[in-house]
């Protein structure tokens, strides 16, 4: 910031004189420019949305949290990092008729712009959104949202019996069940189907 005086003469008066003082500030006024963290998974030159696995023994994720690209050529700049969800809420009226719903933004974690580490853990399976507010030296400010997901990646395992008796009942048939087989097996995140099949069965084999 500086001042500039200016002085006007009447030079048909000369004894008149006018003089102002204008002050001109110079300084960043521009938000910093922010686009999505620069993942490209199978190197086609377009973004990728981020996806992260969950570990091979919880139903939960833990990840660095990525940077966004920041364009700012005047300053150094700050940037705050969010993690967040959309939940959806159903608003229902005095007789319990569905009326509408109602959208919440809900903060999962919270990174620092200083903060010593960006990896975070605990995050379970599901669509969020990386919240990024970038603020340069000047207090200009710009906030977007980038969608990530979290996903079950790890496949289950399966645990048989090494050896299982099965009885012939009448007419020469026996069934077998898979739990009658299972030994054990497990999924991080929760076992939804188990099933058995006959392999390479052949019906004209006594």
């Known amino acids: 910031k500086f001042a500039r005086t200016w002085q006007i003469f009447d030079w048909c ?19 910093p420019i922010v686009t999505a963290p620069d993942i490209d998974y199978n190197g086609d030159g377009e973004i990728d949305m981020p996806v992260f696995s ?3 023994f919880s139903c939960e994720a833990a990840f660095e949290a990525p940077l966004p690209v920041v364009e700012e ?17 159903s608003t229902f009226n005095s007789n319990g008729q569905l009326i509408g ?12 712009w200083n903060a010593p580490s960006r990896v975070v853990s605990g995050i379970p399976i599901g669509d969020y959104y990386f919240r990024y507010t970038v603020t340069d030296g000047c207090g200009n400010s710009t906030t977007r949202f980038f969608p990530f997901v979290v996903e079950d990646n790890v ?3 399966a645990v048989c019996d090494q050896n299982t008796v099965v009885s012939i009942g009448g007419q020469d048939y ?3 069940y898979a739990e009658d087989i299972n030994n054990g097996s497990w999924d991080n995140c929760g076992v939804e189907n188990l099933a058995v099949r006959r392999n390479g069965y052949n ?3 006594a």
């Open 13 to 31: 008066d000369m004894s008149t004189l006018y003089t102002y003082q204008q002050w001109i500030k110079v300084g960043d006024f521009s938000a």
């Open 54 to 56: 969950n570990s091979p």
């Open 73 to 89: 050529n005047c300053s150094d700049y700050e940037v705050h990092t969010a993690i967040v969800r959309e939940d959806i809420d």
């Open 101 to 112: 719903t109602e959208t919440d933004t809900v903060v999962v974690r919270v990174i620092g």
């Open 155 to 157: 496949a289950p395992t």
């Open 174 to 176: 026996g069934r077998v």
């Open 203 to 205: 019906n004209q084999t």
